[in-house]
């Protein structure tokens, strides 16, 4: 039974993401703790990419910064290591398939199962790709999480009968990043997708505000947020937590309206 | 060739975000419909020849194999077609395809600007509307090519991301095919990205192999001892390699952009400096470090400074049917200053990375042996960056 799970058993859940090392290492521990000290339910930590396609400026950003801090997949995985020692949430990594090819498949995810990393995501790795990492996976008990886009239509059920830890619904065309409006019928998707599952369903890309998060998460189990918190951390690292708890408070609070 | 679909040996796949997917399975079902459709095919043929100038002459470089004192050398001469290279042979492909599918828009990547204009002049030519993404620095290094897109119609977009050159233009590209699928084809430029593009792109380039060997044959009588190609992406290479590929007796040579040289940080050769990865949609040989991180690569071509070469070229090197060597800057400039006093031909900076290595082993080989270089593209676009090299004020621009 996968730890994903359980952040979905107390209501809607809130999924913060967050760059490692950006712009150090350090900020991003203290806001992790921030994030799940104010409710947070899993938290997503992103490992960065030189040349990230899904990505908005605002993430793709980040991994520059976090990259030029020096940052590596070595130092993230030291890093989870200790912060597993302060806190038990569920956590998952999001990333690029060339991360995860380059350090070795088999290295990583026995890494990931080792220093307690849930599920990864790989935006990179479509359904028809997944045996790539997928037998590597299971052998670790690592979920391995799927997409479903605006655009998956007929591929929805398949994608969502084999799906697991839980499904990354997105909201809407393009890249990361905040939107002021999400015009995609997310309704119907998702009743698409619990015809053929009843793993949990979560929402991300384009979501900022409370309000956006409360009407997202309404119509599924969960909403993710990147964008918006790498702002606040941008905005300077040295009250950087304390804006991310601040934030991730109110947004959880909305949610569980 | 691919057991696995999209898969030449263990390299290609579609490695795109879920929301392409459905993109890449309407192209490749369009393609598979319309590639032996008699009509399609007769259109396409005909926009070959008359409207891009096809077949593209063999012209036998009598001066520079005398004065190489070995190898016949030919030229195959896409430099001549419409818009001054091979790019137009794929754009005209895929612009009519996109038209068949009912899209009305064309997304391109251009590094020397090449495939932007061949495509800004496609979708000028059937009524498509365009925008090309472009790096920032090399609208900078291929100025006049920016002006002649615009001219075409198209809007440029410089891409300041990453390092400001092709591969950040493919992956703005792929970041605005992902905003606006329903009436946009994205127009991919060389044998790379996620299947169906890298067997599409081959199919159309593939006129290029097709006229050399029967030009060969009525000039020679016998297939040709090397053909020699430049390889960024590798579309005029694999176009000039493949109908070879089953001629065991014909030597593909491919030359990589090695920039300051391959045991430099500034070069751009794959397969001498790269390994095994997965970005932009395939698996191949990526220039990358040892997390992955794939590496700001340099070359003077801007058409060559990319950090990865197409599946397909990644397989011909796994079962060595094809080689790939890598050309300095300075070998090419040698070569592209070489060519033009010895013929009269100005080739494209990328071209000449081919035509470099020619000069090297043509000397060591017979009289009566044959080699053959692909003419990529003409030059005219890189005289003020080579008059600049040799230090040289900035007086042509």
Known sequence: ?257 | MSDKKGRFGIHGGQYIPETLMNAVIELEEAYNRFKDDPDFIKELSDLFNDYAGRPSRLYFAERMTQDLGGAKIYLKREDLNHTGAHKINNVLGQALLAKKMGKRRLIAETGAGQHGVATATAAALMGLECVVFMGEEDTKRQALNVYRMRLLGAEVIPVTSGTGTLKDAVSEAMREWTRRIEDTHYCLGSVMGPHPFPTIVRDFQAVISKEIKSQILEKEGKLPDAVIACVGGGSNAIGSFYNFIEDKSVRLIGCEAAGRGVDTLETAATIATGREGIFHGMKSYFCQDEFGQIAPVYSISAGLDYPGIGPEHAYLHDTGRAEYVPVTDEEAVEAFEYLAKTEGIIPAIESAHAVAYATKIAPDMDKDRIIVITLSGRGDKDCAAIARYRGEENIYE
């Open chain 1, 1 to 257: 039974m996968s730890n994903i799970k359980k952040a979905f058993e107390k209501g809607k859940a809130f999924i913060p993401f967050i760059t490692c090392g950006d712009p150090d290492l350090e900020t991003t521990k203290a806001c992790v703790l921030a994030m799940v000290q104010n409710g947070a339910d899993l938290i997503e930590l992103g490992i960065p990419f030189s040349d990230p396609t899904a990505e908005g400026p605002v993430i793709q950003a980040a991994n520059e910064r976090a990259l030029q801090g020096g940052v590596t997949t070595s130092k993230i995985f030291e890093f989870v290591k200790d912060l597993r020692k302060t806190t038990d949430i569920p956590m998952v990594f999001m990333t690029y398939a060339n991360v995860v090819f380059s350090y070795g498949a088999e290295k990583f995810i026995k890494q990931c199962m080792e220093t307690g990393i849930d599920g990864i995501i790989l935006p990179d790795l479509p359904f028809e790709e997944k045996e790539e990492f997928l037998p590597v996976c299971h052998k670790y008990g690592v979920d391995l999480i799927s997409f479903i886009a605006p655009t998956s239509k007929d591929r929805i059920k398949m994608i969502a009968s084999e799906a697991e830890g839980f499904l990354y619904i997105v909201s809407s065309l393009g890249v990361t990043g905040t939107r002021s409006e999400i015009t995609t019928d997310i309704e119907s998707i998702v009743k698409a997708v619990r015809e053929s599952t009843d793993i949990p369903c979560a929402i991300g890309f384009g979501i900022s505000t409370p309000e956006q998060a409360k009407k997202m998460a309404g119509f599924s189990d969960g909403a993710i947020v990147g964008s918006a918190i790498i702002k606040l951390i941008n905005e300077g690292k040295e009250d950087a937590a304390a804006r991310v708890g601040e934030y991730v408070c109110r947004m959880k609070e909305a949610i569980g309206d």
